[in-house]
């Protein structure tokens, strides 16, 4: 950490000690509960330290990421060099007519629930995703026949000059899984959301409907990070992978699920590379039986052990 002793002092000044960690297991810090050691984890707990923090490693020219709630993230086993900045201390969420304002680091669930204490709807596809409000808008996240750009209204952002910055909805450039945000290198500080007032029995409804569903398709209760790849154009992932006859296909304990063929999930003690190479496996066998190339849609960072 010698080479990092000038960055931590200058950290030291911006936030609180016990929001500094190094040499911190990425493991506990993604739901696919892998990954090596970050050089040096930050919890900040306000927008201004996120800037000043951006800027320190700017300065020091350290390379850093920012990460919500690490459920659509992989670090491999050699974990990351540089900064991790974890936004889950700043999470508030402010109801204001039919809007909800929330903090990046809110998690969506959280969001939902406050809407449907509010009897506000439209929000209820983001319901059961496991993740947090700024990742979700930052890839324009969505779910049975919702996403983002359906509820966003703008993004208060911190720009390349580390300063802030709204985006309108058009602004945000909102497409499948991608946005302004990420094609520019942004980091979302809050997200407005424009919902409608709705009926609190039937917005409960929906969102037991679509709880269940997801409990019935989905592999929930082992780790993973949702949708493992994105949609092809003109396919679904899961049916090309299933009709490769690669449900429970096994490397290490990676896994693809045999309950949804479109998770690959960490059965027990799988290592990055397990999954890494699983993944591989079943982009070479799609690619070789149908043709089609598979983006994975979960991000991957950091160094091979």
């Given amino acids: 950490m010698k080479q990092y002793a000038k960055l931590i002092e ?37 927008p201004s330290e996120v800037q000043a923090l951006i800027k320190i490693c700017k300065e020091n020219n350290v390379i850093y990421y920012l990460i919500g709630n690490g459920s659509n993230l992989l670090v491999r086993d050699g974990g990351i060099r540089g900064v991790v900045i974890k936004l ?3 999470n508030k969420i402010e109801v204001q007519g039919n809007k909800i304002i929330a903090q990046s680091g809110a998690t969506l669930y959280d969001v939902t629930m406050v809407a449907l204490d509010e009897g506000l709807k439209g929000i209820e596809f983001a319901s059961g995703i496991p993740g947090s409000i700024g990742g979700a808008a930052a890839m324009n996240a969505g779910a049975y026949n919702g996403e983002m750009s359906m509820v966003l209204e703008s993004t208060l952002v911190i720009d390349n000059n580390g300063e802030l910055l709204t985006l309108t909805k058009d602004e945000m450039e909102l497409s499948y899984r991608s946005s302004a ?14 919902l409608q007032v709705g009926d609190k029995l039937v917005i409960k409804a929906r969102m037991d409907e679509l709880k269940k569903k997801r409990s019935d398709k989905q592999p929930l209760e082992y780790p993973s990070a949702g949708s493992t ?18 449900k429970g296909t096994c490397v290490g304990d990676a896994q693809v699920s045999v309950k949804h063929s479109g998770f690959i999930i960490n059965k027990e003690s799988a290592t990055a590379k397990n999954i890494l190479d699983l993944i591989k496996f079943v982009q070479d066998k799609v690619k070789e039986k149908f043709g089609v190339e598979l983006s994975t849609e979960v991000k991957i960072w950091g160094e091979d052990k």
């Fill in 181 to 194: 945000v990420l094609k520019n290198g942004y980091t979302v500080i809050s997200v407005t959301l424009s």
């Fill in 229 to 246: 790849f994105k949609r092809p154009e003109g396919y679904f992932a899961s049916v090309l992978i299933q009709e490769c006859d690669l």
């Fill in 88 to 90: 889950c201390k700043i």
């Fill in 10 to 46: 200058q950290i030291n000044k911006v936030t609180l000690k016990e929001n500094i960690k190094l040499d911190e297991p990425m493991e506990n810090h993604t739901s696919f509960k892998v990954g090596g050691p970050a050089d040096i984890l930050i919890t900040p707990e306000n």
